[in-house]
Structures are given as structure tokens and as C-alpha cells.
């Protein structure tokens, strides 16, 4: 909305939404300031803002004592493993969903839908059996499996509202001109495609990355992903602050450098493209 | 202009997601439902035969329930309205002319990026800690003793870690929907001499309606299932027992699947009551 204002009340706005922003912001603007200070300066009293003797030790302590890589790893193979495998599930569903409609593609979407409201806490116990049984308890694939499982109805969702935004006349118009299905695909609809099968692998990486239910339950030492590490901060022992802060600053650097790129998809996804 | 050939080239492509979400739903789901209506203790004589309806309506008796349906709803409605109220302020605030827009933007949305498990955490110690926490020498500074947060004002404190987790989603959503706002109708209002007060009821408001309550929906369903938030702050006690932390409870530690199944049906049907008011209104969408 692009409506006259004066410069006065253009300042008033920006102060105050400027500072709503940086209070909103504040814990994790702390959290890594936190990260470089000491354990003693992270408990001073009173608080130490940007005046410390910044370090770097604690990044250090948290690999050396806790092999923070492997969990980095494992959060990495589980968020993108299962989006990966999602999307290739995915793509060739959605795909014929938008450019075959029948009279059940819309049934056949809500019913998806449906699955990805089903309280995880529910069958809790009988996924913790399968896997038991299967041997999969505590390991890469079986979190990749579940999480794939969570995350396809929204993954179908997002590249579904996505296709149907391809104008199907640029089919015909392309099998006028002699082309083949092969052809189709790959120089028509596949270059019209990748913006939003990137936007979707964005969200869903994401989503997979920070889930914390199911990562929680069904991993240990093993196969946890950093959602599980962190939680192993619940019983401190001794100064641990700093520690903390630098953990959680690790934990959360990628995922929001990627959100900020997929605000905008962030909407489409999350509300199942009935708000754009 | 589709074909039967193309007809069943479209349910082959989509068979593997459909089998696959099927298996995922009925398999599990199945299993919880008998287990449900068994006295099942792993740990103690395993499965012990079928008991009817006596999980169903021990779980509805045992003393735990009624305060775990309390705290759940407090904690639901209370992150609502908080992420509802502010979120529509925010979304007003962030269309208005600023410099740095953007820039706001990106902080204000940053939280929803937070895994559950590191903002529970940074909250309960950096923040919420009664000796070395933010709030505590805020506090001390106004001379006020320190607060401590997690037991004495535990599911206020989870409430306000959740909210700032979810305030992100409700803006977004809510800017999404101000912004497809036609600009002309508010004019042609402020014109006819409309206070502020009125163009909000009156024009903003109704406008917002159906992103309101796609967002209600959206996180209704989402803060139902809150578990990390309270694993890892005060691990249900303190009264911030919900229902799904108590079936958590009952199947992986006191390792009682039935009575837990039986406690999952129950969230299942809840959640499914929430779930179809939000399909009703995707649903429309995909028509239009």
C-alpha cells in the first residue's frame, strides 16, 4: 500500500516498529553474545551487553567435549535425506494432481491433509514397537523415514499449489508445435517448476530440521540430531551459560539464514495455500 | 483433454505417496486402537487381555485428567490470544510507510526459525533463571525480589516462551492478508470522515477474518501437540501437565500402553474436531 504520509508519522513508524523488532529479536541477539563471552562474564552481575573480552573458547569447549559435529551431521542427513526423498515421492503425485484433475484429486488432498493432523503423541507407542522390531530405533534411517512420512502432505501440498500455477495452455501450445512428453517435461514444465520445488525443499528442510518431537523420542546417542543435543542442556552441571549460547548459537545459524529466504513461501506452506 | 491413457498414468504417479501416508495412518493408528481397549504393561506382564472400555474411562478418572485438560486449554487460548492480538497490531504496524522495513521483518520473524528445543532452553536459563537469568536483575534493579519463573509461574512462563515462538507465524500471515487489502477502500473511508477506530472494525477487521482464523486453525493444532517446550523446562510438573504430556507420561514412563492408547484416541478425536473446520476452509479454497 503505497499511501502519502508525512515524514513525521513515516519516523514514528519506523522507531516504533524498529524497536518492537529488536525486542522481538533481543533473546537471540543475546544467546550470541552470549556465545563469546566467558562463563564468568556470561553471570556478571550486572549483565555485560557488548563490553567483554570476546572468545571463542566456547565453541571450542562444546565440539571438544560433546562432538558436536556428529550431530550437526545427523540433523543434517535427516532434515535433507527426508526432503529429498519426499520431494521425489512428492513431485510425480502433485504433478499429476494439478495437470490430471479428476473428480477425487481434491479429496485425495484434504485427505493428506488430514494425516499431518494426527497427534504425533498418539502412536507414539506403536511407531516405538515398528521400530523396535525393525531394529530402526536410534538410527539416521528410521528418522528419516518419519520425518519424510510427517512432512510429504505438505510437501505434495506446497509443489501442488505451485504447478497449478502453470498454465496449462503452454502444454498444448508446446504439443502443437511437435513436442513429445519427454520433451514436454523437460524443456516446458521442468524450468517453470524449479522455483517452486526449490521454495518447497527450502520450508521442509527447515521444518525437519528444527522438529523436536519424534527426534526427541527416537533417537539416542547415536543418531540424534542437534534438537536432541540441545535438550541434553536441560541438566546442567556447573558454569554453563556460555556453553549453552555457543551450542544454540551453532544449532540455529543455518536454519536462519535459509528462513530468511522462504518467508514468503513460509505462508503458502504453512497455511496450505489458502493464504498467499 | 485428458486421455485414459493419461488418466492411469496419473494414478500410478500417485500411488506411491498415497500408499505410503495410508500405511503411515492406519498402521499406527490401528495398533493404538487395540491397545486402547487391552490392559498392556510392558514391563510388567506385558499384554493382559482384553478390558473393554476400562482405559477409556480410567484415563477420564484418574485425578491427573481434569488439571492436564486445564492447563492444556489455559496454555492453547493463552499462546492465541497473545499471538492473535499482537499479531494483528504487528501486521497493522509493519504496513505502514517505514525505513528498514525489511530489516524489521527478518527480526521479527527470526523466533519461528528457533528450534523448540534451544529457545525453551535459552528462555528457562538466560532469561527466566531466579539467580543469574535476565528478569532477575531486571527485577533486582527495580529493587523487586526475583521471580522464580519456572515453578512458581510455570505455565505463564511457557506460555510466553510459546508465544514468542508462534507471534512470527500469526505477523506473517496476518501481513500476508493486510496487504491484499485494497488500499482505495480505506481511503474512500478516511475521506468520508471514518475515524481510525471504525476503519479498523469496520474495514481491517472483517477483511482479516478468514486469516484469523486460518491461523487459529493452523496453530491450534500445532499447541495441542507442544512437547519440547516442556520437556525440557520444567518436564510436567509444576502444573504444566497437558494432555499430551501426560500420554507421553503413561506410555514411555509409567509404561502403560493401554491406559496411554487410550489417552492418544482421545487426542486423536480432538484434534480431528479441530482439523475439519480448517479442512472446510482449505477445501473451499481449492474450489475457487
Known sequence: MARAVSTQQKTINTVLAWAIGLLIFFPILWTILTSFKTEAQAINDPPLFLFFDWT????????????????????????????????????????????????????????????????????????????????????????????????????????????????????????????????????????????????????????????????????????????????????????????????STMAIAPILILGWFSQKQLVRGLTFGAVK | MATQHSRSAARVMMAPAVILLLGWMLIPLTMTLWFSFRRFLPLRGGDLGWIGLENYVRFVTSSSFWPAVQTTLVLVGGVLLITVVLGVLLAMLLDQPMWGQGVVRILIIAPFFVMPTVSALVWKNMFMDPVNGLFAHLWQAFGAEPIVWLSDASLFSIVLIVSWQWLPFATLILLTAIQSLDSEQLEAAEMDGAPPLSRFGFIILPHLSRAITIVILIQTIFLLSIFAEIFVTTGGAFGTRTLTYMIFQRVLESQNVGLGSAGGVYAIILANIVAIFLMRIVGRNLDA
Open chain 1, 56 to 247: 571463542l573458547e566456547n565453541y571450542a569447549i562444546v565440539q571438544e567435549r560433546s562432538d558436536y559435529m556428529r550431530f550437526l551431521w545427523n540433523s543434517v542427513i535427516i532434515a535433507g535425506g527426508s526432503t529429498i526423498v519426499g520431494i521425489i515421492i512428492a513431485v510425480p503425485a502433485a504433478w499429476s494432481m494439478a495437470f490430471v484433475p479428476s473428480k477425487r484429486t481434491k479429496d485425495i488432498l484434504l485427505w493428506m491433509l488430514s494425516t499431518k493432523m494426527l497427534p504425533a503423541v498418539g502412536v507414539l507407542y506403536p511407531i516405538n514397537l515398528i521400530f523396535i522390531q525393525l531394529g530402526l530405533l536410534d538410527t539416521r534411517t528410521g528418522l528419516v523415514i518419519i520425518m519424510m512420512l510427517i512432512n510429504l502432505p505438505i510437501i505434495v501440498w506446497m509443489l501442488y499449489t505451485y504447478f497449478r500455477e502453470i498454465p496449462g495452455e503452454i502444454l498444448e501450445a508446446a504439443r502443437m508445435d511437435g513436442a513429445g512428453l519427454r520433451d514436454e517435461i523437460l524443456y516446458v514444465l521442468t524450468p517453470m517448476a524449479i522455483p517452486g520445488i526449490a521454495s518447497t525443499i527450502l520450508l521442509n528442510f527447515i521444518l525437519a530440521w528444527n522438529e523436536a518431537f519424534w527426534t526427541l523420542n527416537l533417537t539416542a546417542a547415536k543418531a540424534g540430531p542437534l534438537t536432541a543435543f540441545i535438550a541434553s542442556y536441560s541438566s546442567p552441571e556447573g558454569l554453563f551459560f556460555a556453553k549453552l549460547s555457543a551450542a
